[in-house]
């Protein structure tokens, strides 16, 4: 992976943009024609920071520099890009998937020097009505794939987490949990954030994480009443205000592992558990994980760029 | 009961002023000797629209018409007016506790002609390491007593529902879920508010609501991944944005009974469910239980100064 530094003495060889739109963040990359990383760039553009009618222009310019060296450069995008909310709506498609439903599947927005190519997302009907979608997160876990993750368990913390269930290549099924919206809206909003340093101080608290994430392993299937412990564990001195979020993040992290394994989608018979996403987070789910005896390792850091250069060779965008 | 219309007829039999002094709210009873309602008030003065050091000026002025007619009656209050946030801090009874406890160990706050009786809450450190804590609703409990249910299940619909098991006259475990609380955080602060009607229109929907009760019933366990569903049932169109109130708030429900039952709190062997509080809401917990099996019957709506009522004459403030 070559850094910033490098995009010029690389010039010769991009063959891709690659970018990842999501609900509040934007990123992109330059790639060559071997996938390797050639320049990268953040905006804080995410879709629900782009007025009404602006996602063309706002393409435009985040990727201005790289059109200008690169006019005919083919460009690819995953993520809420292709949501309802998004430049267009790329369809879901069901699953099980794999990358030729994908990459037979991309939409195309934009006009003439600056078009888009759009991967749509997945749904998946579950066997007990729970209708399931991701946008974005089928590319990374292809991503992963390509960097040896062949099948199994993948997982993707964050906001709206999700676990992915690989089997020959496909997505086969997979479920989303709110853990990183709960976190954040009790913390903001609740009487359990009252309790909370105001000046919003987040210091990890191990041993209150640790505590947290037991009581979810054990009892997490009466969230409820286990959010309301959080409060008594404070009012009794048993939990610091300061050590409080960690404990909450625990417990939450807790519950979704422990329903994760009561519904079969982790633990015996599960193989090979593969964390994608921020490394911090990954590194305090693959603690929780292993306080249940499950076995996980973090997957490689580019699995965006890489999944999008894997789709956009099946799509014919670049050479293979 | 008498309305306030009456106050002058039965103004010369007064033996008591009954305060209900909580969170957001503020509710008074002018009582008889022989705990007749004869007068009634509410504020908006809860204890946190109070201003430090300002709880005497609002107690002054929330009784100020009693005082001028009765200066020597006497007052009790229960809730949260006794909490650290409180006017004076009265301590938590540890449960097993019965009325004897609570009326010996009230606390006095005020001075000269406007001296007010504080209640003390409830705790409970259940065998499962998590600690409970309840303020007000221990003399609803028992103010429902007196109207006929002895022992049993005692539920108490809210912010943060309250579990209740009587046995021989006395509290002997409770646990409390955050229900309410979470409801109004994810409607006014989540992605799944955001799919909600933004006038906040709240019309009960009754399919909605049976079908969220029934999903929290059935998989309320793994509750971070079925509020997910929320919203794909919106996404998909198999839940119109004014009826997803309704769902969520059955999820929840659904999810807080499913719990109980597995707890052992409410189902087989456990006797007489009562409710008490808010009628609306009362009949919404009334249909999720029956669903699950469960008998339930709502409460006579004056236990609160029943039990204020009670106490005071237990606690030799009026003659028995």
Known sequence: MTAGDNTRTASASAALIAIDWGTSALRGWLLAPDGTVLDRRAGAQGIMAVPDGGFDAAYRAFTAEWRAQWPALPALAAGMIGSRQGWAEAPYVACPAGFADLSGRCIVVGVRDAVLTIVPGLSWQAPDAMIDVMRGEETQIFGAQQAGEKDGLFILPGTHSKWARVEAGRIVAF??????????????????????????????????????????????????????GV??????????????????????????????????????????????????????????????????????????????????????????
């Open 175 to 228: 479920a989303t949990c709110m853990t990183g919206e709960l976190f954040a809206v009790l913390r903001a909003h609740s009487i359990l954030g009252r309790m909370m340093p105001a000046d919003g101080s987040m210091g990890h608290d191990p041993a209150a994480f640790d505590a947290g994430a037991r009581d979810g392993l054990d009892n997490g299937h009466e969230l409820l009443r286990r959010l309301f």
């Open 231 to 320: 409060r008594t564990r404070g009012l009794f001195g048993r939990l610091a205000p300061q050590a409080a979020p960690s404990f909450l993040s625990g417990l939450l992290i807790g519950s979704e592992v422990r329903a994760a394994r009561e519904a079969g989608r982790a633990g015996e018979g599960v193989s090979g558990a593969t964390l994608i996403g921020d490394a911090v987070l990954c590194q305090r789910y693959a603690h929780v994980l292993a306080m249940a005896g499950i076995a996980a390792r973090s997957a490689d850091a580019d699995v965006t760029p890489r999944g999008l250069w894997l789709l956009a060779r099946a799509a014919g965008m670049i050479g293979a």
